[in-house]
């Protein structure tokens, strides 16, 4: 099993960059395919980024393509996502999720663990 904490949330503006992390418990953290999903207010979960174990082709939504990156330090338990040119309407609660499947899934229910979230809030 693995345990997951989001961190890095907070408000910014609009243009701005934002880090925000989750750090893995557990000694097996590196075998797992990890992503990014996010709930804005009124709507569903939805894929933002994934990454596989081994770090190589992660795989973004339409919607954040060219502005968010996803890595992942298996050393560090960590995987983070970086975000740049934030617009309002990526204001949401971010979670990280893992999975012991070795490929990307795109939908919640390919995950077996999830952390809290982490609230980003983008000001116009």
């Known amino acids: 099993q693995v345990q997951l904490a989001e961190s890095g949330g907070g408000l910014v503006q609009a243009g701005a960059s934002l880090r925000i992390s989750c750090a893995g418990s557990?000694?097996?953290?590196?075998?797992?395919?990890m992503a990014w999903f996010r709930r804005a207010p009124g709507k569903d979960r939805e894929f933002v980024g994934g990454i596989s174990w081994t770090g190589g082709n992660p795989s973004y939504a339409d919607s954040v393509k060219g502005r968010f990156t996803i890595s992942r330090d298996n050393a560090k338990n960590t995987v983070y996502l970086q975000m740049n040119n934030l617009k309002p309407e990526d204001t949401a609660i971010y979670y990280c999720a893992a999975t012991g499947g070795g490929t990307i899934r795109y939908s919640t229910l390919g995950y077996n663990y999830w952390g809290q979230g982490t609230q980003v809030t983008v000001s116009s």
């Open positions: 557990g000694r097996t953290f590196s075998v797992y395919t």
